[in-house]
């Protein structure tokens, strides 16, 4: 028994060894802030950005941001009810299936409290206190303004409720697990976004938060490391093994080498490329979904955003 106790104790003290090596070696570097100042959404909210022309109504400024977050992308199942959940995300985890978020009080989110609502999105909590895979967002939703998780919610109260249960994620173990998700929260959430530089115009301020928080473009265009996290010395590089293992391109301006400014933003009203080509994959659906149906202000100052990242790795 003193044998077997012995041997318990010594397995124990080898995992968490293991545990902390894996950490430090896998754990991000910082992610260096242009100019210590707050995140993008807080100095947003500080200069009181205001759509143009002004929208006067929560649930059409809610709209809005439905679109500029591509919330139907992953809550959309391919002919299924819409924002009824269901449509599978393959990783090298698993496959996660986005959840319905209508407003059904069994299925949906019709149940829940707007603060409820709030912590899901910018702290990555469940209702009962739970933790969320970081396959959800959050971690880029984190940087959203109080205004518009307000406006969000108050439009998702509007469309109609879906009664379709929700699939449960396949993944295998120890994914299936959700405590080690604390672990990972500490290597790669940064609550309220990095801290970004107040010194800029308006028009890459606003850029910025379309890209970084309700775009969150960098989930599928900058690599991850081997727990899952983004690279964040890379973003927006690009990477080999993107949503559904397949690669997705370099955006950053080394990416875009031959564009223009011009190009970048026609090419999100219409998905056309400076050659005459068109996109397809995933893309095509982001365009036709939510960059072509934001205002042509918006898709300006992402534009903006994207010509002004900085070059990667001496690119």
Aim: hydrophobic content about 40%.
């Amino acid at each position: 028994m003193r044998r077997l106790l012995r041997l318990i104790a010594l397995t124990l003290a080898v995992g968490i060894t293991g545990l902390v090596v894996v950490i430090f070696v896998l754990a991000p570097g910082p992610r260096p802030p242009l100019a210590p100042a707050g995140n993008v959404g807080a100095l947003l909210a500080e200069i009181d950005w205001q759509p143009n022309p002004p929208i006067d109504d929560p649930v059409e400024r809610g709209r809005q941001v439905f679109i500029a977050g591509g919330c139907a992308a992953c809550h959309t199942a391919e002919n299924g009810e819409a924002l009824a959940g269901g449509r599978p995300l393959e990783t090298p985890f698993g496959t996660f299936y986005g959840p319905n978020i209508t407003p059904d009080a069994e299925h949906g989110i019709g149940g829940w409290t707007e603060a409820e609502f709030d912590r899901a999105l910018r702290e990555g909590l469940a209702p009962d206190g739970s933790l969320y895979y970081p396959a959800f967002p959050f971690t880029s939703y984190t940087g959203m303004t109080d205004t518009d998780v307000a406006d969000l919610w108050a439009y998702l109260q509007t469309v109609p409720p879906s009664t379709e249960p929700n699939v449960e994620h396949d993944l295998a173990l120890p994914y299936r697990w959700r405590f080690p998700i604390q672990a990972w929260r500490w290597l790669y959430f940064e609550p309220g976004g990095p801290e970004i530089s107040g010194d800029q115009p308006e028009a890459w301020l606003r850029g910025a938060y379309l890209v970084e928080v309700l775009g969150h473009c960098g989930q599928c265009h900058t690599d991850r490391t081997l727990l899952g996290g983004l690279e964040h010395d890379s973003a927006f590089a690009g990477t080999s093994s993107g949503p559904d293992g397949r690669p997705v391109p370099d955006i950053t301006p080394a990416g875009l080498d031959g564009w223009s400014h011009s190009d970048v933003a026609f090419f999100l009203n219409i998905g056309m490329l400076p050659d005459g080509n068109f996109v397809g994959g995933d893309m095509a659906e982001v365009v036709s979904e939510n960059t072509s149906q934001l205002t042509s202000s918006d898709r300006q100052a992402m534009a903006v955003y994207l010509m002004m990242l900085p070059t990667v790795n001496g690119q």
